[in-house]
């Protein structure tokens, strides 16, 4: 069964940090390029960051540029999302995507609130 499972989500202070997880199973995860996007309430699905099938090319929306790190572990078939310095306009539904081989696999995204 292909599948993306987020997790790590949760509520944290402004100015706190989180650690987003997404582990994949059921195809091949190291063919795959992994991108993080993420929906507040009223507003459309933006990208955050991404990461080529090697790790070794990233790339992030200009609000979250020096805040979060995007890596991958190919050998735990699992991508992440470091998050530093949260900021309230940071809350949204965060989703994992992997995309490669002309399909594009979702998971059902975790939750983050920054709120004081």
């Known amino acids: 069964q292909v599948q993306l499972e987020e997790s790590g989500g949760g509520l944290v202070q402004p100015g706190g940090s989180l650690r987003l997880s997404c582990a994949a199973s059921g195809f091949t995860f190291s063919m795959y390029a992994m991108r993080w996007y993420r929906q507040a309430p009223g507003k459309e699905r933006e990208l955050v960051a991404g990461?080529?099938?090697?790790?070794?090319?990233?790339d992030y929306a200009d609000s979250v540029k020096g805040r979060f790190t995007i890596s991958r572990d190919n050998a735990k078939n699992t991508a992440y999302l470091q998050m530093n310095s949260l900021k309230p306009e940071d809350t949204a539904l965060y989703y994992c995507n992997a995309a490669g081989l002309g399909r594009a696999i979702w998971g059902q995204g975790t939750q983050v609130t920054v709120s004081s």
């Open positions: 990461i080529s099938t090697g790790g070794f090319s990233t």
